[in-house]
């Protein structure tokens, strides 16, 4: 198993900032994977971050709006830039351990006025 | 596109009652089947993971079925607890290695 812990665990933001987001994982894992939860809605997956290479981005999310970086095996930051209201959601990082099981943080809830 | 569909999207059911949630799915090439369990404004715990192998796994009062042929996985929760009372989510590993998550199903367990 893996426990995922992130920070900050909640925050209210206002309009055209940038936030940061941390996921620390512990153990060393190959991916990270970076989720959106919008309120009411089931996940959506943004990225997924590789040790040592760029993050592959889905359809519908850019690298400009979501900057991830991924230093280390155990460690991994989502930046959620230039904010509008419509960013407000809960964010979700994850790893998968062995057996393809995945494990996620609690997750980083924003609100942005 | 591959999608998750969860039956039903709420639930509320007395105290004691066993439990049927459903997920079916669109692409049958799927590496596992994960169902998950989250509380309001918290993170997913993981409760059951099928692999494709696999037919069923169980842990305590859950257990999950996987008919790969049909798209189709049941949780069951037998003996209804208030404690069971979250959002129920379904997610599956697609051959791109991607986690396709289900609508979820809102149950809610009265005392």
């Known amino acids: 198993s893996a426990v995922i812990s992130q920070k900050p665990s909640r925050d209210i933001c206002q309009r055209g900032t940038s936030l940061t987001i941390q996921c620390q994982v512990d153990?060393?894992?190959?991916?990270m994977f970076w989720y959106r939860q919008q309120p009411g809605q089931s996940l959506t997956l943004i990225a997924t971050a590789n040790q040592g290479s760029e993050a592959t981005y889905e359809s519908g999310f850019v690298i400009d709006k979501f900057p991830i970086s991924r230093p280390n095996l155990t460690f991994s930051t989502l930046t959620v830039s230039n904010m509008s209201p419509e960013d407000s959601s809960i964010y979700l990082c994850?790893?998968?351990?062995?057996?393809?099981?995945?494990?996620f943080g609690p997750g980083t809830r924003l609100t942005v006025t | 596109k591959q999608e998750v569909t969860q039956i039903p999207a709420a639930l509320s059911v007395p105290e004691g009652e066993n439990l049927v949630l459903n997920c079916s799915f669109t692409?049958?090439?799927?590496?596992?089947l994960q169902w998950f369990r989250q509380d309001p404004g918290k993170g997913l715990t993981s409760l059951l993971l099928?692999?494709?192998?696999?037919r069923e796994q169980t842990s305590g009062r859950l257990n999950a079925s996987l008919d790969k042929s049909s798209g189709r996985s049941t949780l069951y929760i037998a003996a209804s607890q208030p404690g069971d009372s979250a959002t129920y989510l379904c997610a599956f590993l697609s051959g791109t290695y991607k986690y396709i998550f289900g609508t979820g199903t809102r149950l809610k367990v009265l005392a």
């Open positions: 153990s060393q894992v190959t991916m």
């Open positions: 994850s790893v998968s351990a062995g057996g393809d099981e995945q494990y």
């Open positions: 099928i692999q494709s192998s696999q």
């Open positions: 692409d049958s090439a799927i590496y596992n």
